[in-house]
């Protein structure tokens, strides 16, 4: 069998969506290829959990699968093979690229995002947040501390504390409890700077997913990270900048594709 246990350290899982722009694909940063992070995916214990043998051998029993292969891998003796997965998944990955208004707006139309988005977009470039978030995906590009500066606030985002009479210490490295205790890239705090496009669609936020409201996430962005207190309009503005960066997702359709391989073989 192969089913999965829990991520240890309670990992979020982040988004597919314009992961090929990006330089590393884990939280650690260790992992920085489409094709190994498909791998890890597969074989890993809290993801699919699947030996080669077992992954081969279901493709295998697809008759679909086998002329899907053939086709893509057509020089090659057994195209079924984690290799051949590993690099059709990823083929797959990089077509999952998604543009949004703001795109529209850098390439010269005015019109595409509103007053309120581009006063966030500046307060964005000047309060020094571009710094990390670069490059077309802004984010995954480097590695980064986390918190870099500790501030008093710590956030209890517990529901109800009221259902928690027994207050756990917290940890204080970080400004909420550090469910799992991942610290980053050899337990030096320092984490893959998370990609901005579609963000206010990928809830909840940071390595543990300790954060459900992007409000909170930018809050605590420019506490811990830049020093500064956002006023509530400040905030706003950056959210509705963070918005522009929503896109459509590619979509495919199947049955179009499989009727012109039926098609093909009549």
């Known amino acids: 069998g192969n089913n999965s246990m829990?991520?240890?350290?309670?990992?979020?899982?982040?988004?597919?969506?314009?992961?090929?722009?990006?330089?590393?694909?884990?939280?650690?940063g260790d992992v920085t290829s489409l094709e190994e992070h498909v791998k890890l995916s597969i074989l890993q214990e809290h993801k699919l959990?699947?030996?080669?043998?077992?992954?081969v051998s279901r493709l295998n029993k697809k008759e679909k699968y086998q002329t899907l292969f053939k086709k893509a891998f057509e020089k090659q003796e057994n195209p079924i093979s984690l290799l051949n997965t590993q690099k059709a998944i990823s083929s797959y990955l990089r077509t999952l690229l998604t543009r949004g208004s703001y795109d529209k707006f850098i390439e010269g139309d005015n019109n595409a995002i509103s007053q309120k988005a581009k006063n966030g977009l500046a307060n964005f470039m000047n309060f020094?947040?571009?710094?990390?978030?670069?490059?077309?995906?802004?984010?995954?590009?480097?590695?980064?501390?986390?918190?870099?500066?500790?501030?008093a606030t710590i956030y209890d985002l517990?529901?109800?504390?009221?259902?928690?009479?027994?207050?756990?210490?917290?940890?204080?490295?970080?400004?909420?409890?550090?469910?799992?205790?991942?610290?980053?890239?050899g337990e030096t705090n320092r984490f893959r700077v998370p990609i901005l496009r579609n963000v206010t669609k990928t809830s909840?936020?940071?390595?543990n997913g300790s954060v459900e409201k992007i409000d909170e996430a930018v809050d605590i962005m420019g506490k811990h990270q830049l020093g500064l207190h956002l006023s509530k309009l400040q905030r706003e503005e950056i959210v509705e900048f963070l918005k522009t960066l929503e896109g459509e997702i590619v979509d495919y359709n199947y049955d179009e594709y499989y009727k012109g391989e039926k098609n093909e073989n009549n």
């Open 128 to 151: 020094g947040c571009k710094g990390c978030h670069t490059g077309m995906s802004l984010g995954a590009q480097n590695l980064q501390r986390f918190p870099l500066k500790k501030r």
């Open 49 to 55: 959990n699947m030996s080669e043998e077992l992954l």
């Open 6 to 28: 829990p991520h240890p350290n309670n990992l979020n899982t982040t988004t597919i969506l314009n992961t090929s722009l990006a330089k590393y694909l884990s939280w650690s």
């Open 204 to 207: 909840p936020y940071f390595h």
């Open 158 to 185: 517990r529901v109800n504390v009221e259902l928690y009479p027994e207050i756990k210490i917290i940890d204080y490295s970080f400004p909420f409890e550090n469910k799992g205790s991942f610290l980053g890239q």
